[in-house]
């Protein structure tokens, strides 16, 4: 009897455990789902805003870079988001997809909506989780003054010319483009057997100012490199610091001053045409004076350079070539290649970057340019004007600087 009842009472306890076991495995279940839940949707989180990150960037940078459609970009962005995406969970679907594309400031922004199906679909958590994401980039440029020293010697005739305006041109717009107004300024300066430094010549010379009577800037005054104790240096024009009036023949294009607008630099652009020797020392000093803030007197209010050191500013100069250096006037300065080692250095030391591309010249040019640079990257040597077009096309790339911004 006894024994009986005693298995009776076991069977009994032995039924009510696995009840008992039963009921706390459903919340161990549910808590074990939640928990496996809330690290996929960590996980689609991730990797979602990774996807979008690029995505913004791309969409950006092609948005900077390229005439495109907002359809275009669109596109852009799409394949980019969905290539990043291939490696996510194949369970993670994103159906809900935003894009919105703002010219006036180079930005693309991109809002997402996704879904993690959960593990207990619908029975006691939410079919699926939500994963909302968004993302925006922009193509930002700091303050850039920009001094494009173009050869306009003899050799430049025909296709190498036409080729050379377009380089600048094409320049000028791609950075121009993707910048608010007056963040960018570009200015060149053209150079054959001397610099034809226009209505500022005579200022820079030490007279008075003259008359520019077609107001178009660009009256010839020859100048040549400068001599005495400021040969080297960009110090401003004054006493014992004038530029020289040596050169007799210059070019009849002249230079431009710092400007953001496009229409103008273009129209002082195709105004270029060939003549003379190549004095490149010239034209370096005076790609240098351009963008010195000691030379702030002499240029147009809209142009004038700002200061060295000043925060989120870049100046830049990109040298050009197709001829060797064989055009000087004061011989106690060392000849051209020795005066624009000097120039060069002393225009890095003041922090200016340089820039040099060498069209189809000579190797004493080229050796010039690479010393002038002081960095390798910084030298390109183009044979051709594909060439010529893709090297300025890649200067301008570096100078375009891309931001993420969440």
Not at 176 to 181: D, F, V
Request: proline share 4%; with cysteine.
């Amino acid at each position: 009897m006894f024994i009986r009842a005693f298995g009776d009472l076991r069977a009994a306890i032995s039924g009510n455990v696995t009840v008992i076991f039963a009921l706390c495995t459903i919340p161990l279940f549910v808590i074990a789902a939640l928990s496996v839940d809330t690290w996929r949707r960590e996980v689609a989180d991730r990797h979602v805003q990774a996807a979008i990150d690029a995505a913004s960037l791309a969409g950006a940078r092609a948005l900077s870079e390229f005439a495109m459609t907002d359809t275009e970009l669109t596109q852009v962005v799409s394949h980019s988001f969905n290539a990043n995406m291939q490696t996510a969970h194949q369970d993670v679907s994103c159906p809900t997809r935003t894009i919105d594309i703002d010219r006036l400031t180079v930005t693309v922004r991109i809002s997402v909506e996704c879904k993690v199906p959960s593990m207990i679909a619908g029975a006691i958590t939410p079919d699926a989780l939500r994963v909302t994401n968004t993302a925006s980039a922009q193509a930002v440029m700091p303050d850039l003054e920009l001094a494009l020293m173009l050869d306009v010697s003899d050799s430049m005739v025909g296709a190498r010319l036409a080729g050379m305006k377009k380089a600048a041109k094409d320049t000028a717009k791609r950075l121009l483009s993707i910048s608010a107004a007056g963040k960018v300024r570009i200015a060149f300066v053209s150079y054959g057997n001397s610099v034809n430094a226009g209505v500022y010549g005579n200022q820079a010379l030490g007279r008075p100012p003259g008359d520019d009577s077609d107001g178009d800037g660009l009256d010839k005054v020859c100048v040549a490199e400068r001599p005495g104790i400021a040969a080297r240096r960009d110090d401003a024009p004054g006493h014992g610091k004038w530029v020289s009036d040596l050169a007799v023949q210059c070019p009849n294009s002249s230079l431009m001053p710092l400007t953001s607008d496009l229409t103008a630099f273009n129209d002082a652009v195709d105004s270029l045409g060939p003549e003379g020797m190549t004095a490149g020392q010239i034209g370096v000093a005076w790609s240098w004076y351009l963008l010195s803030p000691k030379w702030r007197d002499i240029w147009p209010t809209t142009a004038k350079p700002a200061d060295y050191g000043a925060a989120d500013t870049t100046k830049v100069v990109i040298l050009m070539t197709d001829g060797k250096f064989n055009m000087y006037y004061h011989p106690t300065l060392g000849n051209s290649r020795s005066q624009i080692f000097h120039l060069c250095r002393a225009m890095r030391k003041a922090g200016i970057i340089i820039y040099a591309v060498a069209f189809d010249a000579p190797l004493t040019a080229e050796y010039t340019l690479q010393l002038c640079v002081g960095h390798e990257d910084n030298y390109y040597d183009a044979d051709t004007v594909d060439e010529l077009l893709d090297a300025y096309a890649a200067i301008a790339g570096q100078l375009s600087e891309l931001a993420l911004r969440n």
